[in-house]
């Protein structure tokens, strides 16, 4: 008798695909258990689970993602708002939300928005819904500060950094306690006060951390100068470092992130302020570039991948509840760290005036 006449799992294989039944005959277990392991029921004994999964492995069987979602009434996919992608923290949060999606077994869509609108938002929500997502995560998202609007979604809602009555379950940097820690630095360094480049003004971030530069100061008595405003980019700090540059009292410098002070460093260099000797800087976020500028950045650390893995830990919370009883968390703050590197020294000497201070450029 030739092969042809009983056709073994090879030439099974090649006409259609392994079926949950062709499964359970290799491993000797019912269509149902079979079912119970590719949908990850929790009701199987974990020698049986094996068989079955190296039975499901030697066919090549596929789980059929369509039927596994009306059965467990989840699609094991995430949306994503997010509105400016250019910023570092935005950009960087999302891939680490990607990246911790990813691990857990979840897909991830993402819409973003360049009107931040009620209307915008919603339509967003809708597309994203529209495409069957189990959770959704909204980054930073400024239209939270507008009484009254709400996010219809239908699923659970999870925001990063950006919901400040807490209306949503919520993942926050410590943004405070970060500006308080850099300041603190730049105080115990001998420095009288510390200039701020803030970001832009509709950015939740950029004023969470102008609101504590400011509380810190008032908190160790230290003068509060007038506040410059950017727009994250190092372009911005460059103008307004041109300005800050020809102040012969000003010795520090809080940036709002790393690209504000890159272009603060620079603005400095040309106009012969050394940083640290006659100016200490300090950016915020810790740009991988970050060690790298000349001299290497002072900055605040953001722990991006926590975040990442905090917005989907609380997601997976709602949709996939786990066993154990007690409320899900509504709130995670994530503790930034200051990373002191060559930016920041001491003050000069008093009395000291560097010649960029009286109009010329240092040589």
Request: charged share 20%; glycine share 8%.
């Amino acid at each position: 008798m030739n092969s042809a006449a009983k056709p073994g799992a090879a030439a099974r294989s090649a006409r259609r695909p392994a079926s949950q039944a062709d499964v359970a005959a290799l491993a000797g277990v019912s269509s149902q258990t079979v079912s119970r392991v590719a949908n990850d029921r929790p009701n199987v004994e974990p020698e049986t689970r094996e068989r079955v999964l190296s039975a499901m492995r030697m066919l090549g069987y596929q789980r059929n993602s369509a039927a596994r979602a009306l059965t467990l009434g989840r699609f094991h996919a995430l949306g994503v708002v997010t509105f400016d992608v250019t910023a570092q923290g935005n950009a960087r949060t999302l891939a680490a939300i990607s990246r911790a999606a990813q691990a857990a077994g979840y897909s991830v869509h993402v819409v973003c928005i360049e009107d931040e609108t009620e209307e915008a938002v919603q339509r967003a929500v809708r597309l994203l819904t529209d495409q069957a997502v189990d959770g959704l995560a909204v980054i930073e998202a400024q239209i939270l500060d507008r009484p009254g609007f709400d996010i219809t979604s239908g699923v659970p809602v999870v925001v990063a950094d950006g919901d400040p009555d807490r209306r949503y379950t919520s993942v926050d940097t410590d943004q405070a306690a970060g500006v308080a820690a850099a300041v603190q630095h730049l105080l115990g360094l001998g420095h009288r006060t510390v200039r701020h480049i803030g970001g832009p003004q509709n950015s939740y971030a950029a004023r969470r951390r102008a609101a504590a530069w400011h509380s810190a100061l008032k908190a160790a008595g230290a003068p509060v100068p007038p506040i410059d405003f950017g727009d994250w980019t190092a372009a911005s700090g460059y103008a307004i470092g041109r300005r800050i540059a020809a102040q012969p009292d000003v010795t520090a410098v809080l940036a709002a992130n790393d690209q504000l002070a890159l272009g603060l460093l620079r603005a400095l260099h040309e106009a012969g302020r050394r940083v640290p000797e006659d100016v200490s800087v300090v950016g915020f976020d810790d740009i991988p570039e970050a060690a790298f500028f000349v001299p290497p950045l002072t900055t605040v650390r953001q722990d991006f991948d926590e975040v990442g893995r905090q917005c989907v830990a609380r997601l997976l919370d709602r949709i996939e509840p786990p066993a154990s009883e007690g409320d899900p968390v509504t709130a995670v703050v994530v503790r930034p760290e200051l990373v002191v590197r060559a930016s920041t020294a001491a003050p000069p000497p008093a009395g000291r005036v560097s010649r960029a201070g009286r109009g010329g450029r240092a040589s």
